[in-house]
């Protein structure tokens, strides 16, 4: 016996197969261990899977054949192929009987006993070679009491049949064991399964231990560890979704006779099959939804089907926070298109009103606040008629080399930006810009009777909420989530972090969809004459720089002295809260043609529409006018009424009052209330000598506290650390 069986090519291909041993197969609940015990055994399936090794071997490639262009699939296989043999010895130590793994004369049958595991789960996943399978035999066969190979294919198919039996249970009840189930299952149908010769199955029970869950979840874990190791892309949704693929596949082919008219080898099989939807789950918080899923040639259709609709409004709670609907992870390039019945929504409203819609394709997450969404108001254009209305939500994720791509682009403009005005663009000092989560692109579409009539981009006045997985971590005062134009430059968004699992996750909130690309991004800016101390407002100035909220000179210096004007003020806070730009001018101030440089991308007339800025009493506005302090309160506290800003009014310390400031009349009555609000908040305070100084200019580096504060309270950003 080889003292690592497992380095030969053959192991390394049944390694692949381990996949199926997951956390992330669990929970899509494919499998339970509790039932594989008391399984019986079918004698439907079509025997030819095992009636030789080169039938195995075909019967495996029918089944990979079809899922190999799956990115998922082929990157976890991939990673599999470099796990050594030492570090798969680590994998399966856990699992193993203690007095096998304390016993150096039991080592054969611990390697053998491993390796029968991989080779068992890797027909399902990763293809093999008839000479694969006959090297396994002839490197094991002395560990299985001199087994041949008609007991190693009858033992198997004798295992199949009841992993097969105990998948179509899952597929069909309401179960969501949140434990290794399916890691579980697969090594106790070994353990269950008849065995004719008495030469295999005896072996696996002297050697794989299941009575302690926790050494279960270690092995998984370590299995999990080993893949990332290999390729640290390979995430949670990436093995769920390979998984997903591969039963799709290997249930399409399960009860097929032997193909080709009996010749047994069969061709490359058919594509992926349809995965059917699952009964919905209820969940710490709300509902898990699996729809089906339909594997097309340029997209991934989603459909949640009629009798499944009525099992959600049936199934959710009254109480819920979330309905969350589960979707491909699709990293290949190819879109994953959910249609999503209005009428399902309008149901899911009616009986849960907090609940939020979230899709949650893995590292991607689109939630939809539906309590603030007027779904009558979307129908009104069609007649009003909500059950012949689809949301078509479209997430396209870039590939790895897209990604790569945009990272580039990014990093060009941001070079060429020296070169634009002081009032458009940054000409700061960046360190390189990175982008740290996935890059997707979200359309959302509104169909009709399967067709598309138009394209929303907006739910209302209202943040829709997007939750990218950060690629390791990230410093959130510097990092931020933004749009990606065609031409490489950004919009920032407002953007707050959490932990998810242990991982950072930015919830990064638009008001419209943008043709644009959404991801993440963390640089580093300063500048001379504000770093290392030279201005008493350093963190706010560099963080919000960080973020491309605001912006220093051509000269590369932020000049903190200066005093700013009414409308780079008005622009800079449209441009924090990510109001979507217009050009769209009415003409109310006299002194605004609306073509004039602070509109050059809309943000000065997105701060009129949506009624942050006021002109002056006699009709016009004072662009260039220098922006006072009780002005630029008055800003800020009619954006904190905004009806998508979520401002906790509790915030507001009432013991504040304006006869705090021994100025307090001079503080005009136009701009009181919004003073008070934002000096209760915490916003603006007043000078050392306490007046407010309501007529003061207010100088760059004021602006940034202000801003940074208000981003702050506002729940639009964290806390500066």
Same mark, same amino acid.
């Given at each position: ?10 192991? $390394? ?75 798969? %010895? ?29 080779? %068992?789960?890797?027909? &399902? ?38 992993? &097969? ?35 295999? $199955? ?27 190791? $290999? ?33 047994? /080898? ?118 009003? /008629? ?97 749009? *990606? ?22 919830? *990064? ?7 644009? !690309? ?6 580093? *800016? ?29 000269? +590369?210096? %932020?000049?903190?002295?200066?005093? #700013? !004007? ?86 507001? /310390? ?29 916003? #603006?305070? +007043? ?15 004021? #602006? ?16 500066? $650390?």
């Amino acid at each position: 016996m080889k003292k690592y069986p497992f380095s030969t090519k053959a192991a $390394k291909a049944m390694i692949a197969a381990t996949i199926a041993f997951t956390p992330i197969a669990t929970t899509a609940g494919l499998f339970g261990a509790d039932k594989a015990e008391a399984a019986t055994v079918l004698k439907t399936q079509a025997d030819w899977h095992f009636d030789s090794t080169k039938n195995v071997a075909d019967y495996s490639n029918a089944i990979y054949n079809g899922i190999k262009t799956n990115s998922d699939v082929a990157k976890v296989s991939a990673a599999l192929d470099q796990i050594t043999p030492q570090e798969w %010895y680590t994998i399966v130590s856990p699992i193993l009987e203690p007095g096998v793994k304390a016993d150096p004369n039991k080592t054969a049958e611990v390697q053998a006993a491993a390796i029968l595991l991989k080779s %068992y789960i890797g027909i &399902y996943l990763q293809g093999l070679d008839e000479s694969e399978i006959n090297e396994f035999i002839n490197d094991t066969s002395l560990n299985f009491s001199n087994a041949v190979p008609a007991d190693y294919l009858s033992y198997l198919e004798n295992a199949e049949e009841q992993l &097969y039996e105990e998948y179509k249970i899952q597929t069909t009840d309401n179960e969501n064991d949140t434990a290794f189930e399916l890691y579980t299952s697969a090594v106790q149908s070994l353990k269950s399964a008849v065995d004719e010769s008495g030469k295999i $199955k005896g072996k696996i029970q002297e050697t794989i231990y299941l009575g302690d869950g926790q050494k279960v979840n270690d092995s998984a874990l370590a299995f999990l560890t080993a893949l990332h190791s $290999k390729d640290s892309t390979i995430k949670i949704s990436t093995l769920r979704n390979a998984t997903l693929t591969a039963a799709g596949q290997w249930d399409s082919l399960y009860d097929q006779t032997n193909p080709n008219n009996g010749n047994p /080898n069969p061709g490359p099989g058919p594509g992926p099959g349809p995965i059917p939807g699952k009964d919905p789950i209820i969940i710490d918080g709300g509902l898990l939804v699996t729809p089906g899923v339909t594997e097309g040639s340029t997209e991934v259709l989603v459909t949640i089907p009629t009798d499944l609709q009525g099992k959600i409004s049936t199934t959710l709670p009254t109480d819920a926070e979330a309905v969350v609907i589960e979707v491909p992870n699709r990293e290949d390039g190819k879109p994953v298109v959910l249609d999503l019945p209005a009428s399902l929504a309008a149901a899911i409203k009616a009986k849960a009103p907090a609940a939020d819609i979230v899709i949650n394709a893995g590292d991607v997450r689109y939630v939809i606040p539906l309590s603030q969404v007027d779904l009558t108001a979307l129908a009104a254009g069609l007649g009003g /008629n909500l059950s012949a209305l689809t949301l078509r939500i479209n997430i396209d994720q870039l590939t790895d080399a897209e990604t790569t791509s945009l990272e580039d682009l990014i990093q060009a403009k941001a070079a060429g930006a020296s070169a634009a005005s002081s009032e458009t663009k940054a000409a700061a000092i960046v360190s390189d810009i990175e982008v740290k989560a996935p890059a997707v692109k979200v359309k959302v579409e509104l169909a009709q009777n399967g067709t598309v009539l138009s394209e929303l981009k907006s739910f209302g006045n209202v943040y829709v909420n997007q939750e990218l997985t950060i690629d390791g971590s990230v410093n959130t005062n510097n990092a931020t989530g933004v749009v *990606v134009a065609a031409d490489g430059s950004l919009k920032a968004l407002p953007t707050t972090f959490k932990t998810v699992d242990n991982k950072q996750v930015a919830v *990064v909130g638009t008001l419209a969809n943008s043709n644009g !690309t959404y991801t993440v991004i963390e640089s580093s *800016v300063t500048f001379p004459d504000v770093d290392n101390g030279e201005n008493w407002a350093e963190k706010y100035i560099e963080t919000l720089s960080s973020k491309f909220i605001i912006a220093g000179t051509t000269a +590369g210096t %932020y000049k903190p002295d200066q005093d #700013m !004007t009414r409308s780079q003020f008005a622009v800079l806070l449209s441009r924090a809260l990510g109001l979507p730009g217009t050009t769209a001018y009415d003409g109310r101030f006299k002194d605004v043609k609306g073509n004039e440089w602070f509109n050059a991308n809309g943000e000065f007339m997105a701060a009129v529409k949506y009624g942050i800025i006021a002109g002056k009493p006699n009709g016009t506005f004072a662009p260039d006018d220098k922006v006072t302090r009780a002005e630029a309160a008055a800003m800020i506290g009619r954006a904190l009424e905004l009806d998508f800003i979520d401002f906790d009014e509790s915030q507001l /310390n009432k013991n504040k009052k304006l006869t705090d400031f021994k100025d307090v009349k001079e503080i005009g009555a136009s701009t009181r209330e919004e003073v008070l609000k934002v000096y209760q908040a915490g916003i #603006m305070e +007043g000078a050392g000598n306490k007046e407010f100084n309501p007529n003061d200019n207010t100088k760059r580096d004021q #602006m940034a506290k202000i801003l940074a504060e208000f981003l702050i309270k506002a729940d639009l950003m964290d806390n500066i $650390k």
